[in-house]
């Protein structure tokens, strides 16, 4: 508890010298506001998306996209991984095409995304979709190829059906390993969904930070950028959470 | 007690595998009747098929050749096997764990609990049934792995080496709690082990093999008075069984041809 409560501290007084140098920078040093707007002009700026609504629309295709990507990434990875491990002869025919798939970069395919799948959700949610599903599959595969034999002689003396043993055996004892994946899988479909934004469509923080800076608006683009990092912090936040109550089985892990 | 029913019936049972430079004999034919509520150590060493034989009884594997024939009357799951290690569930608590192969039967929750807790206390983990495995000894987490291989109340509890990753006062200790869960259980005991002392301190019949090939070299009876303890220990009887086992598995078996 005591440790917690100075860890907070800790962050309280970072952010309060960022949020200082940044006051710095813009009040006495003078920078001038289309560089580097004041934390208050940011700060108005949210406050008046915020309270028309413009914000949370932003706000939420986003997150929306990127928790639909993120889910969706996860059951195929798991999927995938799981019946490549199964069956080993559909593991030699799926390799390689995995592979070029992985290796590709899937930024670079997003123009591709967008000439395929349109302007609207589809190509946003598949781009992150691509970029969640290697993180998780590799972990995954890693996962269920480190069963213990033993698990699979218990699974069998007790005559478990496929279903009890997937949700009771396998893929929790795969969970440490898909979790790696999928904190990897988080950060990246964040920066998926803001790029999608970026190249294509009328709504997100990715659509609301390149219409400021278009228009020469650097609060507004500041506001945009700093939401943007919230987003990252919560769902890191929110996967953590799951973690530990996930994986409080393994042990303690202290933070 | 019906002492003379045969539980389980193996007729020239055999296992062959094929590796990279032939075919490998795991075990020679062998061929034993077990008795309904009979305790049998099977010591040997290494690569004696020992192990082999417990998987082949559990079904884990399929014989070359020869029949098992387990009279166990259509059950699901005849057979409660222990590991040498325990091969506990990490992310359950002990009680899940114990209650594992109940839940997964589709006993009702409430009955699983009552047994599961039962066996608990039987196997002497009282107040840890809320722990996860990762917090318990090794003896501790044999005695729930123990537990639940009783928990479906199979007739024939076969152990591979149960004891061999713990220290030796907590195995003796084992050992003896093994002995009474045994006498209130009833259960057919069959248990494999590299220690002669504790197959001639268990079994009514000790089964002596011997390695490359794996065969069965010789039974014994084992005419110590029950319940044992440590007075067994001091028995000149125990000691001559004792060294006897030792001779066996010292004089060359299988090495005529």
Redo the contacts between chains.
Sequence with gaps: MNRRFSAAVDYTLALGVLLFVWWFATGPMALPAFLLPSPLRTWNALVTIALTGELWRHLGFTLQNIVLGLILGCIAGIAIAYVMTRFPRLAVWLDGPLVILQTAPKIALAPLFVVWFGFGVLSKIILIFSLVFFPVFVGAVAGFRTL?P??K??S?????SAV?RFR??EL??A?PEIFVGLKIGAVQALVGAVLAEWMSGKVGLGYLMTFASATYKTPLLFAAVLMTVVLGLVLHVALTILERRLLS???AKNG | MAQSERMIDIAGVHKTFVADHGTVTALEPVSITIREGEFISIVGPSGCGKSTLLRLISGLDQATGGSITLDVSGRKRPVGFVFQEPVLLPWKTIVDNVRFPLDTAGVARAQGDKTALDLIKMVGLAGFEKALPRQLSGGMRQRAAIARALSDDPPILLMDEPFSAVDLMTRDNLNDELLRIWQSTGKTILLVTHSVDEAAYLADRVMVMTARPGKLKCVHNVELARPRGEQTKLDPAYHALVAQLRRDLRTPAGEAH
């Design positions: 213990d033993k698990m002689d218990l069998k003396l007790l005559g478990l009890q009771q055996i929790p004892a969970m089985w393994k042990g």
